[in-house]
């Protein structure tokens, strides 16, 4: 079945931004790939919601709207995930009122607090929730590793090395928390930012559809098509990023996405 088929039968659209929708030049300005505004205007014409989830956590979605739109990528405020987003859902179903210690930005923390999480710092934090970060002192690992040891789950934006920047790979600082505390604990993170269940049912309920009438496209094979595979959705892999030269023939049939296009434009076509 051709591109174009399957995506007839889609109603809801998910893309990952950085390497996928827009490059981003040396001051971290982002520059539309070719074709990226007209395929979202195209999708938005049929009558079909889109969001972008990206796993960057240091700007609340609408900041990061902003930041697109004035960089020639059409999205609406609304149209923005990420896993802050999944994360106070997450929280909200299954650790609701506990004390949670934020590795992260003042606007994640802020956002958080506003959302109804209590927040500390200290030992006696019952859930300890990793983000981008730009500085991180031993101390303050130290306080999150003995409250994990006693208990307190480790959820983390991302678990991934990094993502696609103007220079090739930015890796992600979030993770290299995230995984000093598995170090220093033996404990597993529990990812809310993609790939993970949190972030496949945060899409579903913005795009108001299941995940198996989703297409995912993304440039990373285990963030994005990793996502789509979880929710059992149509995937694309866009070979403008992160996995643009991995060997699909060397990949396991399981985590190959369902089609491949050299650039995001290329999917304007089966619209």
Wanted: glycine share 12%; net charge positive; aromatic share 6%.
């Amino acid at each position: 079945m051709s591109g174009a088929k399957k995506l007839e039968r889609i109603r809801g659209f998910v893309f990952d931004v950085d390497g996928s929708l827009v490059h981003r030049d040396a001051g971290f300005h982002p520059r539309p790939l070719p074709g990226a505004p007209e395929v979202l205007e195209k999708i938005r014409t049929s009558g079909r919601p889109l969001v972008l989830f990206t796993n960057g956590t240091h700007l609340r979605p609408e900041e990061f709207a902003r930041g697109l739109r004035e960089g020639g990528l059409p999205v609406r405020d609304d149209e923005v995930l990420t896993p802050v987003c999944s994360a106070l859902g997450y929280l909200a179903r299954r650790h609701g009122g506990r004390r949670t210690m934020v590795f992260g930005s003042e606007t994640t923390r802020e956002r958080m607090a506003e959302a109804g999480v209590p927040l500390t710092d200290g030992e006696d934090a019952e859930v300890v929730f990793v983000t981008h970060v730009n500085e991180v002192d031993f101390d303050s690992l130290e306080r999150a590793a003995r409250a994990i040891t006693r208990g307190a789950p480790l959820l983390t934006a991302s678990y991934g090395p990094g993502y696609w920047g103007a220079n090739g790979m930015i890796f992600s600082r979030g993770a290299m928390v995230t995984a000093a505390l598995v170090k220093a604990t033996g404990k597993r993170p529990i990812v809310v930012g993609k790939p993970s269940r949190m972030a496949v049912r945060a899409a579903c309920e913005r795009l108001g559809v299941e995940s198996r009438e989703m297409a995912v496209i993304g440039d990373d094979l285990d963030m994005d098509i990793g996502l789509g595979r979880l929710g059992g959705s149509f995937t694309i892999l866009v070979r403008s990023g992160t996995s643009g030269s991995v060997d699909l023939q060397r990949v396991p049939e399981r985590r190959r996405p369902d089609a491949v296009v050299e650039g995001v434009g290329e999917i304007l076509k089966w619209l």
